[in-house]
């Protein structure tokens, strides 16, 4: 199990040392230092504002300002930058427990890979079109890669349930009722397509915003301190969506560049009203732009549908396994 199994499975259980943690602005921030320590990197190396974390299994890329994090050279958006303190890099620490722990030691989210059913949920339909183009709708295309994954996960065992089966309207609300109707364990995988300027283009993924963290793109409200169902799953959450981006990507070829057909816009965090409401681990994951010129082509093309239906599945099998593992005594 190549990239994500060994992103996801890759710190050594138990500490050494704690988190060493600094007040920037009244936040907690931890040093890298200490996650150096605490999460068993063999080697650090840092040039003016930027810093690498290395061990066998994982490399860890920050800079100084900026709220991007790459991990094996798969792209997560912190939700506040990396700062410095004095002479020490930091990074926040609820980004640090919330996002980079649950990625590095997945085998300590409890029960996570106590599950057989995975819930669907292909994004718009019926009047509800979504992003359009020449070519077709989203709606059209999403329930087509989830019809492709279902099949596919079949194959390997596993019991699907789609939130719909034909082009017809469902509420959002409607999704979240459908999905919490299924009582035994599973995992909800929304699947959308983007739309915005013509030259806008790549794959991002979409977690729920833990509690006290801001929706993607705006400031924090006195709302994101509220608790919803799927903050249960904060855990399970980024793992998932780890798995399923980085399976993508990697079935397309892509590891954290452009390639000219398409790019890694990050996993990020969000306040989506399928998310808030679930009550099983659960991602929303837009694959790809109807509105860029090259890749409403791609889109519209069986390979590629059959390609992200693969990578889908990928992720379903590594993170099942990833999340499954026992910690080290």
Known sequence: ?????????????????????????????????????????????????SIKLENPRVEMALKVGSQECLMNSVKFVFSYPIEISGSKICVSRIDLAKLVDPVLRPNYIKNAGNFRTVIIDPGHGGKDAGATNPFGSEANYTLKVAGKFKTQLEAKGFKVVLTRKSDVFLSLQERVDLANAVKDPALFISIHFNSGSSAAHGIETFTLSPQGVAHYGRNLKSSDFSNFNGNEHDSANIAL?????????????IQGKGNGVSFDRGIKRARWSVLTGVQHPAILVECGFVSHPYEARLIENEAYQNTLATGLTDAVVKYRYAVSQRPQP
């Open 1 to 49: 199990m190549a990239l994500l199994v060994t992103l996801l499975f890759a710190s050594r259980a138990g500490a050494q040392a704690g988190w060493e943690i600094v007040k920037i602005e009244d936040r907690d921030y931890v040093t890298v230092d200490s996650i150096k320590t605490f999460y068993h990197f063999a080697k650090m190396t840092r040039t003016g504002d």
């Open 241 to 253: 969506a780890t798995s399923v981006h980085g399976s993508i990507l990697q079935r397309l070829g």
